[in-house]
């Protein structure tokens, strides 16, 4: 079943629910009050009933003269006329006795001695009570139920005891006209629910269709955006509403998406890059080292002169392959931050040990170290944070004139540890601040920091292991001239 049928069927049910006990409540209420009415007048009769017959005599009680009770319950009965000839009455009197009341002279025992059928017009047979009439409680009236030996009738009887005999009087009104305001009023309330339910489901239906529009609106826009129409997004209403929300985070949801897809196309597009890039770089080597390989076969390099220059050749393209493959292996294990081995690292020691190398490669240089202190540990990979600031120190000396200095500092601030190599070099040409971190990006041969050597792998491997460690890698031209880069970790990663 649909939502909308759902909710439907919901509301009906609990409109049933509601009606139902309403109608039930109704009729309860009105039966009982119905109930009290005729208990009230049958309690009058009897009570009317038993003072009239009062002044009998035991004799006229038996039989000998007509009950002193007209057709309406008060007014005595004219005594000349025959009973069938009566002329009705033209309403009830004091009592208000309906028609079909019944009354009924009782001795001790209770044997009816007397019965009447109070009736407007010609009367017909006066029904018989039964045993069931409750027994007369000297000074009181007793109310009760019964059904009349014929079985057709349900009565109301009263039943009060004959001032100054033994006797009692009994006083009963017909439930019919009872019954039949019920019945007719369950009717009613059958045909009003009826209606009522079926303005609801309308009502409810129609309700629950225009309530669920942006639901629908939700539906279309998410099949054009299945079609590939990534531009189409859900007019928002009120974000007060379940449904406004929903169509906020489905905005949100088809943001993410979009952003990506881009994200991917471009990692892609970076990655068919990259295959390009590499194979190109590999290209170079391993001509060269086919290229000699060809001519020691062909025999061209029988002087041993020519043949050691052959072989160094091929020795050192081997030697570039080489360097070129680690750096692939190593942007590999930094784009994984899986392979990392993280523990504690002293970052100052580390940087101290890198810097001592560089000054051993590079002995003509002025490498300045300042470290901060107090420094507390990473939580790093040694191998790989090693590798990054050494690359670091390895592009100034690499991509600055001969003699040209270079400072290394390492400091702490707001939990953050920051390596910065600055060089007084050439420094970045325009717009490259952003680039150089690129894998195989290349300033031009003639511009600022043209590279000399290496495949533009090592700036990368810095920017890669730094996101590996949670951090970042930046570079700026300093003032007064040079670069400057910098790596900012977390202080524990």
């Given at each position: ?107 001790a025992d209770g044997e009816v001695l007397r ?108 099949l054009e955006i299945a079609a590939g129409d ?264």
């Amino acid at each position: 079943m649909s939502l909308r049928g759902r909710l439907v069927l919901i509301v009906l049910v609990l409109a049933a629910i509601g009606i139902l006990v309403l109608d039930a409540v109704s009729y309860l209420a009105l039966r009982t009050y119905l109930l009290d009415r005729v208990d009230e007048q049958v309690e009058a009769a009897a009570e009317a009933g038993s003072q009239l017959l009062g002044e009998l005599s035991p004799g006229e009680l038996d039989g000998s003269r007509p009950l002193p009770l007209g057709p309406n319950g008060g007014a005595p009965e004219p005594p000349d006329l025959d009973p069938d000839e009566r002329p009705p009455p033209e309403g009830p009197g004091p009592a208000q006795l309906p028609a079909g009341a019944v009354v009924e002279v009782r001795n001790a025992d209770g044997e009816v001695l007397r019965s009447r059928n109070l009736a407007f017009g010609p009367r017909g047979a006066t029904p018989e009570l039964g045993s069931e009439v409750p027994d007369a409680t000297p000074g009181q009236v007793t109310v009760g139920s019964v059904t009349s030996a014929q079985g057709e009738t349900e009565y109301r009887v009263a039943t009060a005891e004959i001032s100054g005999s033994s006797r009692s009087v009994v006083v009963a009104i017909p439930l019919t006209d009872v019954d039949s305001t019920l019945g007719r009023l369950l009717v009613i309330l059958a045909v009003v629910t009826g209606v009522v339910l079926a303005a609801a489901a309308v009502l409810a239906w129609w309700v629950v269709w225009i309530g669920l529009k942006p639901l629908r609106r939700i539906e279309t826009t998410a099949l054009e955006i299945a079609a590939g129409d990534m531009s189409k997004r859900v007019e928002v209403g009120s974000e007060g509403t379940e449904v406004g929300r929903l169509g906020s985070a489905f905005n949100e949801m088809v943001e993410q998406i979009v952003a990506a897809l881009k994200a991917r196309e471009a990692s892609e597009e970076q990655l068919r890059r990259f295959l390009a890039d590499a194979s190109h770089e590999l290209r170079t080597p391993l001509a060269s080292i086919r290229g000699y390989s060809e001519l020691f076969r062909l025999g061209a390099t029988d002087d041993p002169e020519q043949l050691e220059i052959a072989m160094g050749r091929i020795e050192s393209e081997s030697v570039r392959m080489g360097a070129l493959v680690d750096d692939l292996l190593a942007l590999a294990r930094a784009d994984e931050q899986r392979a990392l081995t993280p523990e504690p690292v002293q970052i100052d020691e580390l940087v101290a040990e890198v810097v001592a190398d560089a000054r051993a490669r590079a002995p003509e240089r002025v490498i300045d170290l300042a470290v901060e202190r107090p420094l507390a540990a990473l939580d790093a990979d040694p191998e790989q944070l090693r590798r990054a600031v050494s690359n670091l120190l390895t592009n100034a000396i690499v991509h600055t004139p001969p003699g040209t200095p270079v400072d290394v500092s390492v400091a702490e601030g707001a939990g953050i540890v920051s390596v910065v190599v600055r060089d007084y070099g050439p420094g970045i040409e325009p717009g490259g601040e952003e680039r150089v971190f690129e894998r195989f990006w290349r300033a031009g041969a003639d511009e600022g920091r043209a590279r000399r050597s290496g495949a533009g792998l090592g700036l990368a491997i810095v920017d890669a292991v730094a996101r590996a460690h949670h951090g970042t890698a930046s570079a700026r031209n300093g003032r007064g001239g040079g670069a400057e880069f910098r790596i900012d970790l977390p202080r524990r990663g």
